[in-house]
């Protein structure tokens, strides 16, 4: 039905029994994609078959004829998800059913938004699509918060063409409550591992995103390498347990799968103050939560008085004992002598190791 | 790629390059020309060259070479646009092959096999994972068949296929590279070596978005050790973007060397070298020099080869916008010598000039047993021979079949309007800068969009993308 007069008067016949409540409701995964004529009114793709429908309402109130398939080629634009076919099967073309784990996927592969959902756009499902997105996770008492605002850069190993890498320090028996987001640039957050000895380490990694771990060595100038590598699925936890010859390694927690970093759908949560959003922005969608909980368990080196890990006792150490002066509970890692007071004694200890760690 | 050779000859030959009038030869549909390959394919005894480019319909093209007189450029029909060709005998009949790099995302090599005529079977497909833009060819679990490493752009993943010695493949264990990079690594091109001088051949791939050559060691099976990446060397503490990659023996002790053109914002375009330290294991690059390679446009492409025969390796650096093609001499002292050894190049010379030279190429087109250039004009559709008129150390060479007047090739104006607003070009590998790393990832596109890639022909089974929907 093309022609115009007779699309508008089966319009304006049909518009007296519909709503535009039940329009929309024609939108949806119970139809038969946007591209293709059919009987009905209505498409697969809600944004594409609404975008169609507020410029032409024949096409939600009647059929979708060759006219609104017109349409949606013209206005639809990179709208592809979802489509017909299973998100974790491979099919001939662009998209899946599940709408957000088709646009989670061709946000960071488009061919799987344009082209066919093939292997690779399963395996990327497989990775980043499993699993329940909400699972906020309840820091432990005495866990360390990372400290990096989602807007700063503080810890992000060799980024920004940084010369020396930038990276925080974590303890033996240490826990950190971090977050990490996909904001341009990515947020990585490195932590250098201290000498250990006796036995290996053990990282325990709980987290709200599709994580992975990576263990670096080297330097930013170079070389620098990724000697291995842990993916953890969204809303689990994992432990890994590793080796490490002498050296400096530096363990990175970032949001990606097996091969792959994720690159879009963890948007900072906190006001950047000298780039507030426009009143009228709206957020960016979330598909996971932005948390994690990293634990680290290894015997390390003796270095009493190296409260930060980073193998020297100086004036930084000497502010952390500081801070943790008095009474002290669960993780307390000023109180050199373990027995539950931060006090002058332990004080001493500090000054006793003062300078480079042995 | 030039292999390490004992070299010790004095270096008198050193000065001008001489070039004579370029033979232009250019590709009869649109191609976007990106990259040539050398080799006698149709057994007259003369070089031949196959240009691979982003032709929209899915060609590339054999240009037959006679005597140092290239011929009509012949349509090969590889399936999809190429940026990369590699020749080789991957069947063992003892006719050359042909590889493809099928650019596209649903990523492919796309392969003819040689009759030893200058004709070609059908392509075959190999898939492959996004947008692969490069492939080295080499035995890389030393069984003595040529096995292939090809890079994908969009992920940063190698993909190692192992050859039967009947052409047949299976993958080897794919090689992850450049990690812990915050920005896309964006991998650009890939070559074999013997970096740690161990008898087996290592990978090394040029990740233009993490500006890293990431050195990968092979541990003689085939299989890998993770890369270990490397920035370029700074010049006045900037960071360059890095397109393409040379290998040779730079500094004439004995190992191989790495050259890399660098992009620069701050700076004029330079050439940076990765000197081969040659630790008795592992890996030993130094990268502390680096050479103006122009004033003029973007340092995009560079090859090594002996210009004026005194045994040492000089560069030919193509440029983009405008695009000169610069050589530059050698002049390192080798220890061996009584020198420093510190790799040490003249200031550049120009042999051509057009718009944007997106490859180049050394090798002896017109067999008089100097070494010619090649290079690939992207923007004018053409393929370049500028014949080497340089006197040469060795007597015997230069005078052989040119006769032509010996003279250096006029530089020309290059073209205007083809200055690049830096501003508008963005932070495309998503580190949060702009730096001539995402310049020289702007020019990779130049030529073509890779979503362009939708026509699969009737002998690609598993070709789905016509059904595109939208």
Redesign the interface.
């Known amino acids: 039905m093309s022609n115009p007069l007779a699309r508008v008067a089966v319009v304006a016949m049909v518009s007296l029994f519909t709503s535009a409540v039940q329009a929309q409701s024609d939108c949806g995964p119970d139809r038969p ?1 946007c ?1 293709e004529p059919h009987d009905g009114p209505g498409c697969l793709q809600p944004q594409c078959c609404e975008l169609v429908c507020k410029n032409d309402a024949f096409c939600c109130e009647v059929v979708w004829d060759e006219t609104c398939v017109e349409q ?2 013209e206005l ?1 634009g990179d709208v ?1 998800c979802p ?1 017909l076919g299973g998100c974790l099967e491979i099919h ?3 998209g899946c059913l599940d709408e957000t784990c088709c646009e989670l996927v061709r946000m960071h ?3 799987c938004g ?3 959902w ?1 292997e ?1 756009c399963v395996a990327e499902a497989e990775s980043w699509c499993a699993g329940t997105f909400e699972c906020p996770i309840v820091p432990p008492p005495g866990a360390r918060a990372e400290g990096e605002p989602c807007y700063e ?1 503080f810890n ?6 940084a010369i020396e890498i930038n990276a925080e320090t974590i303890a033996c028996g240490e826990f950190i409550y971090g977050k990490t987001t996909t904001r ?3 947020d ?1 957050d490195w932590f250098r591992i201290p000498d250990t000895r006796d036995g290996p380490v053990v990282v325990r990694l709980q987290t709200e995103f599709p994580a992975r771990m ?1 263990i ?1 060595t ?1 330097s ?10 842990r993916p953890v699925d969204p809303c689990s936890s994992d432990e890994w347990v590793f080796d490490l010859p002498d050296g400096e390694y530096h363990l ?1 927690v970032e949001s990606g799968a097996d ?3 994720l ?1 879009s759908g963890l948007p900072c949560d906190e006001i950047d103050p000298k780039n507030p959003p426009d009143d009228d922005e709206e957020p960016l969608p979330r598909t996971y939560g932005l948390h994690y909980l990293l634990e680290l368990s290894c015997t390390a080196v003796p270095c009493p008085g190296d409260l930060n890990g980073d193998r020297i006792v100086d004036g930084v150490d000497l502010g952390l004992l500081f801070a943790a002066w008095g009474d002290c509970t669960g993780v307390c890692p000023a109180d050199l002598d373990g027995d539950g007071t931060v006090d002058g004694q332990d004080l001493g200890g500090l000054f006793v190791g003062w300078g480079d760690c042995p | 790629m030039v292999g390490a050779t004992g070299l010790s000859a004095p270096a008198s030959a050193d000065g001008p390059f001489l070039f004579g009038p370029p033979q232009v030869v250019t590709m009869p549909t649109p191609h976007s020309p990106t990259m040539v390959a050398v080799a006698d394919l149709d057994a007259d005894g003369d070089p031949d060259l196959v240009v691979a480019g982003r032709n929209s319909e899915g060609f590339a093209y054999l240009v037959p070479n006679e005597d140092g007189v290239l011929g009509t450029p012949v349509e090969l029909v590889t399936g999809g646009q190429t940026d990369w060709v590699e020749i080789a005998d991957l069947d063992g009949d003892g006719h050359l092959d042909l590889c493809f790099a099928v650019r596209s ?2 990523g492919r090599l796309s392969v003819l096999r040689g009759f030893g005529d200058g004709t070609f079977s059908e392509f075959e497909e190999i898939r492959l ?2 947008e692969p833009r490069a492939l080295v060819v080499d035995d890389l679990d030393g069984d003595g068949d040529p096995d292939i490493a090809a890079m994908n752009h ?4 190698i993909e190692i296929l192992f050859n039967d010695g009947t052409g047949g493949f299976a993958r080897g264990a ?1 090689v ?1 590279i450049a ?6 690594p964006y991998p650009q091109a890939i070559d074999t070596l013997d970096i740690d001088r161990d008898g087996d051949r290592d990978l090394v791939v040029v990740a233009t978005g993490a500006s ?2 990431c ?1 990968i060691l092979n541990r003689g099976d085939g299989t890998f050790e ?6 370029p060397p700074r010049v006045s503490g900037e ?1 360059g973007g890095m397109t393409n990659l040379g290998i040779g023996d730079v500094d004439s002790d004995g190992d191989e060397d790495l050259v890399v053109p660098l992009i620069l914002l701050d700076s004029p375009s330079h050439l940076g070298v990765f000197e081969n330290g040659g630790a008795p294991s592992g ?1 030993e ?1 130094q ?1 502390e020099r680096a050479f103006p390679a122009t004033q003029l446009g973007y340092a995009y492409a560079v090859a090594l080869g002996d210009l004026d025969g005194d045994e040492d390796l000089d560069a030919v650096v193509g440029h983009a916008l405008p695009g000169p093609v610069m050589a530059l001499d050698n002049r390192t002292v080798p220890v061996a010598e009584g020198g420093d050894g510190r790799v040490t190049f003249e200031p550049p010379q120009q042999i051509g000039s057009d718009s944007f030279f997106r490859a180049v190429s050394i090798t002896d087109l017109d067999g008089d047993c100097d070494q010619d250039v090649l290079a690939v004009e992207l923007i004018s559709n053409s393929v370049w021979f500028l014949p080497n008129l340089t006197p040469q150390e060795d007597s015997d060479c230069g005078d052989g079949f040119v006769t032509r007047t010996g003279r250096a090739t006029t530089p020309r104006n290059s073209p205007s309007g083809f200055a690049i607003d830096r501003e508008a070009i963005g ?1 495309l590998n ?4 702009v ?1 001539g790393v995402d310049l020289a990832l702007f020019l990779e596109t130049v030529g073509g969009d890779v ?1 362009a890639d939708s026509s699969p022909t009737s002998n690609a089974p598993a070709a ?2 016509e ?4």
């Open positions: 994609p591209d949606a080629g639809c592809y489509d001939d073309t662009g592969d488009p061919f344009y082209g066919t093939d690779i850069r992000d190993g060799c980024g920004g063409g341009v640039p990515r990585v990576l670096v080297g930013c100038e170079g070389p620098i390498s990724v000697l291995d590598r990175v091969g792959r970093s690159r | 995302l649903r994972g996004r969009r992920l940063p993943i794919d992850v990690e812990a990079e915050v920005g896309h890293r050559a050195v993770p890369d270990a990446g490397w920035r960071i890996i690059l990268r932070d998503g580190d949060g800068a730096t979503r789905t993308e059904r595109r929907r939208r």
